[in-house]
């Protein structure tokens, strides 16, 4: 079992920056991929980013590329995701999801589709001004 906390959301405008952390507890952080989704009203979960078990592998939706960057600390059991050059759209309540892979950097398209994560974290609210 793994518990997820969430937290660094806020109020930013754009072309801001905000610091998102994900703190994980319960079973061997190292053991999974850290991945980050966002869903904004009244639209579906969204992918967009994740890390393998070391960090050495990353993947960024194309939404997010260039401006995001997902980093971990397993030490401290830690998942951060960097925002920079934020933008309304960026809005959204963004969520921690751990997903059991051991040394694997492979993922599935359900996984992707947020269909495929073992635990979730109960999200932040990112709001973009413009």
């Known amino acids: 079992q793994v518990h997820l906390v969430e937290s660094g959301g806020g109020l930013v405008q754009a072309g801001g920056s905000l610091r998102l952390s994900c703190e994980a507890s319960?079973?061997?952080?190292?053991?999974?991929?850290m991945a980050w989704f966002r869903q904004a009203p009244g639209k579906e979960r969204e992918f967009v980013s994740v890390v393998n078990w070391n960090g050495d592998s990353i993947v960024y939706a194309d939404a997010v590329k260039g401006r995001f960057a997902i980093s971990r600390e397993n030490a401290k059991n830690t998942v951060y995701l960097q925002m920079d050059s934020l933008k309304p759209e960026d809005s959204a309540v963004y969520y921690c999801?751990?997903?059991?892979?051991?040394?694997?950097?492979?993922?599935?398209?359900?996984?992707?589709?947020?269909?495929?994560?073992?635990?979730w974290g109960k999200g932040t609210l990112v709001t973009v001004s413009s």
């Open positions: 999801a751990a997903k059991e892979s051991g040394h694997s950097s492979s993922y599935s398209p359900m996984f992707f589709r947020g269909l495929d994560s073992d635990y």
């Open positions: 319960g079973d061997t952080f190292s053991s999974y991929s």
